[in-house]
């Protein structure tokens, strides 16, 4: 969604780098450029106006004349005012001290209210909550019956006791305030903690749509009003949010289709002009592609500085703690690492979702994602049908594949004999890498593991290494008393291995947190997963 904008604001950065001094002149013509970039991502004029504004009375301020490097600083007063127009802190959903909880959702038709309404009480029962679907959408064709099929899916029960119009030009039979306040009853007779209220959509403002969700929010009286808003709107999400926000008192936004190719400048209008928070963005047709909306996080997305939190939080979520314990003690005793380990370790990247996301998520992803978007999800599939193909002995004790073994697991998992040669490969450096940790060597520089996306199994643009090594840098100027040489040949070696920016974002910020520990993604694997 915001890949347009991301791109835009990286390359204005990058100018700022290295600069030990930025003119007025430099802070102007980065905000030319900022200004720019939001209005192409259909950013609302008063919000632009308002967030340049604010940047540049700092940017010339003595936080960045007094600080030792500039254009980071500059950059860091664009993250915070990025999370201020957000929202500032993630907010959670306001609970009843007693009785349910009841969740109303209004919006235009299209926007996704009924498939939001499955996401939201997905997410919720995952967190402990008894969820009710009420259909009180009545006028939209099928309606009900999508809220029905939903509610299936997530495991949530729907009360919907009119089956509303079932085909254009139907007359609606049924009332939907007072199916809504039925749905209620139901849900405190049969103890529901929430009750989610799908409400009808028009393909735009009017009176009658106004009056109706008015009449159920007074019907009802629920503790959240969630305006759900499709991201891909443009400038008319601005009209939109204030007009329901006028009709029917939101208190909160829902973004939805934040996956589109669209400019988003939605999702960076709508908190400013209305005030009120965004809570959730969803951004796919899977129940799971679903997320509490964390302005800190999505303004790191934005400038390209990764979201390795949101990461963290899925690995807790997806991965198998005691297959992880089994893992680092396998790996502790130096024992070796088997295609039965590899399985499993694929398995559990599977669990987490797209790898595509994944990537997204890591900092300075932006300058790769032509790449990452090349990168085919389905060579997971094959590798994981290569190794099921194996018997377990094959499995355990890979150095019996010979020829007449690769070429039955070839057949049996539809793929080539070279294709299994080059997952042994493969599975050879990871091997190489495990033995290497469990030595306390850290991590090997393997075949193919370079900074370039080809790190990354089935990415193009990784180059396989020839096993040259690289020529080592002459010292000009040697000495030629033995010890001054020696000397000199350990300064030239220090030099040349001192260490590296971080690879990042192209202004060489970094959102790692202190606390993070790389051994809960557990994703290095991924590197060897595909082709």
């Known amino acids: 969604m915001f890949a347009n904008l991301s791109d835009r604001l990286t390359s204005t950065f990058r100018n700022l780098r290295g600069k030990g001094r930025l003119t007025e002149a430099d802070i102007d013509g980065t905000i030319r450029e900022i200004r720019r970039a939001l209005l192409d991502a259909d950013v609302a004029v008063p919000v632009v106006r308002t967030f340049t504004g604010n940047i540049r009375e700092r940017a010339l301020g003595a936080e960045v004349s007094g600080a030792l490097n500039p254009g980071q600083q500059v950059v860091k007063i664009v993250n915070e005012e990025l999370v201020a127009i957000l929202g500032g802190e993630a907010r959670r959903l306001n609970f009843a001290k007693s009785g349910p909880t009841v969740i109303m959702l209004a919006g235009l038709q299209g926007a996704g209210k009924t498939t939001l309404a499955g996401k939201l009480a997905h997410h919720l029962k995952e967190n402990g909550q008894t969820p009710l679907l009420v259909a009180a959408d009545l006028q939209r064709p099928n309606a009900v019956n999508q809220l029905q099929v939903v509610g299936e899916r997530a495991g949530v029960p729907v009360f919907a006791p009119e089956p509303g119009v079932t085909r254009e030009g139907e007359r609606v039979k049924g009332n939907p305030v007072k199916v809504a306040k039925k749905g209620l009853k139901e ?58 926000d006028q009709g029917v008192d939101i208190t909160g936004v829902v973004l939805t289709k934040l996956d589109g190719d669209t400019r988003g400048g939605a999702a960076l209008s709508v908190r400013e002009v209305t005030g009120k928070p965004i809570l959730f963005a969803s ?10 909306f964390h302005p800190d996080r999505m303004a790191s997305r934005i400038l390209d500085m990764g979201d390795i939190m949101t990461l963290i939080e899925q690995a807790e979520k997806k991965f198998d703690q005691a297959e992880a314990e089994r893992m680092a003690a396998k790996v502790t005793k130096g024992e070796d690492f088997t295609f039965t380990d590899f399985l499993a370790q694929m398995q559990q990247l599977k669990n987490m979702g797209s790898m595509k996301k994944m990537l997204g998520m890591l900092p300075g992803m932006g300058a790769m994602r032509e790449q990452i978007e090349n990168f085919d999800e389905r060579e997971l599939v094959r590798t994981e049908a290569i190794v099921q193909s194996m018997t377990p002995l094959e499995r355990d004790n890979p150095k019996v594949l010979n020829g007449s073994r690769r070429a039955r697991i070839a057949k049996g998992s539809g793929v080539t004999v070279a294709d299994v040669n080059s997952l042994v490969k493969r599975f050879e450096q990871a091997q190489q890498m495990m033995r290497a940790m469990a030595r306390g060597g850290g991590m090997p520089q393997l075949p193919g593991q370079g900074g370039g996306p080809g790190a990354w199994g089935g990415m193009p643009g990784g180059k396989k290494s020839k096993g040259k090594q690289a020529p080592q840098k002459k010292v000009k100027g040697k000495s030629g008393n033995p010890a001054k040489r020696a000397q000199q040949e350990a300064a030239a070696r220090n030099k040349s291995s001192a260490p590296q920016a971080p690879a990042g974002s192209a202004f060489g910020l970094s959102q790692q947190p202190e606390d993070f520990d790389p051994s809960k993604l557990e994703s290095d694997l991924g590197k060897y997963l595909g082709r």
């Open 283 to 292: 951004t796919g047709e899977k129940l799971d592609e679903f997320e509490v």
């Open 187 to 244: 849900a405190e007779q049969r103890q529901h903690s929430v009750v989610i209220v799908d409400t009808a959509g028009r393909l735009g403002i009017d009176q009658e749509l106004m009056k109706q969700a008015a009449d159920i929010r007074k019907a009802i009286e629920p503790d959240e009003v969630l305006f759900v808003i499709d991201a891909m709107i443009g400038q008319d999400a601005v009209a939109t949010a204030q007009a329901f």
